[in-house]
């Protein structure tokens, strides 16, 4: 039983921290998009303004949910396999 605990406690660190590498990742090539999206729509407003607006519908963003899929995918494919191991 320990062994089972442990295995979630460092499972769920190392997916955390999966998860955090891809959300950093993933909102600076957003800022990076939208930066260059200024500069190709003529530098309306400020850059500042432009982007933020950018990000906030980027944090509502389907991208950004599934980035989710970090905690999600690697869990079922290990009920999957011990599933399929104890009973068939």
């Known amino acids: 039983m320990f062994a089972l605990f442990r295995l979630l406690v460092v499972g769920f660190v ?44 980027y944090d509502g963003s389907l991208r950004r949910k599934l980035i989710l899929g970090v905690y999600v995918v690697p869990v079922m494919v290990v009920v999957t396999i011990i599933y399929l191991t104890n009973f068939h």
């Open 14 to 57: 190392v997916l955390t921290v999966i998860y955090i590498a891809l959300s950093v990742y993933s909102r600076r090539k957003a800022c990076a998009r939208l930066t260059e999206d200024w500069h190709d729509a003529g530098q309306p407003g400020t850059r500042e303004d432009f982007v933020e607006a950018g990000l906030n519908d």
